[in-house]
């Protein structure tokens, strides 16, 4: 929504053998994530759990500004996106095809592809950019960019069409995709555990290069929805709640 991170408060539920070790460690990491942006855990609860449950409250400081939702697209705005796209998508195919990876070990082909999995990088600075840049809507793609991207155009009300030719496939991410018989542009349109950022502009705003644009904001003629130029899928990515 644009906000600078500023706390994070985690509600913990714990089973009693929870390792003082294991917790120290998960403290560990909240601790120097937050450090990442500035934040810091500002406190939180905990209770007796028969497994682990974790939930995390962000908060941030829209300093002054009004915050970037997913309603806010209009017609001739352009559709930019900010982080990585399918790396995390492609470090799981891996890590499902070959499941005796842990043992042999990871190719180099690969390597990048499972880290981000494991851990992903947030494009954090961006959604504070995004906003002073004048960004009309903007959500961070969990769930994949298609779906994601359909998001927005249900809540405005419009239709957005990516280009599957802006769409960022590196040239690793190609070849793991061959070794493995996949379709790359399919990591990068439905999988979202890079937790990149999706942005619609202004069509004047000149955007940092960080921020890349892959397609286009119209009228919706009909269903509002989001689509790619050239493919058929208009849907794709993970739903909680799909069967």
């Not at 005796?100 to 082909?109: I, K, N, R």
Request: proline share 7%.
């Amino acid at each position: 929504m644009g906000a600078a991170p500023t706390a994070i408060v985690v509600g913990l539920g714990l089973p009693g053998e929870a390792s003082a070790e294991w917790l120290d460690a998960l403290t560990d990491g909240f601790r120097d994530e937050c450090a990442l942006v500035g934040a810091t855990v500002a406190g939180g609860d905990i209770a007796r759990s028969d497994v682990v449950v974790i939930g995390v409250t962000a908060l941030g400081d829209l300093g002054g500004r009004r915050p970037v939702t997913r309603s806010g697209a209009r017609p001739g705005d352009v559709v930019a996106v900010a982080g990585r796209l399918g790396y995390a998508a492609a470090g799981l195919a891996f890590l499902s095809a070959r499941r005796e990876a842990a043992e042999a070990g990871t190719p180099d082909l690969a390597e990048e592809f499972v880290d981000a999995h494991r851990r992903p990088e947030p494009p954090y600075a961006c959604g504070p950019e995004a906003a002073g840049l004048g960004a009309t809507a903007m959500l961070d793609v969990s769930d994949g960019l298609l779906q994601d991207a359909g998001h927005i155009a249900a809540a405005s009300g419009v239709r957005i069409v990516l280009d599957p030719e802006a769409l960022p496939v590196p040239e690793a991410m190609a070849r793991l995709a061959g070794e493995l018989g996949a379709d790359p542009l399919n990591w990068v349109l439905t999988g979202g555990e890079d937790h990149a950022l999706a942005a619609t502009f202004p069509p004047d705003v000149s955007l940092p290069p960080s921020w890349r644009v892959i397609g286009q904001v119209s009228e919706a003629a009909g269903e509002a929805k989001a689509e790619v130029t050239g493919r058929a899928e208009t849907s794709g990515g993970w739903d909680h709640f799909r069967e």
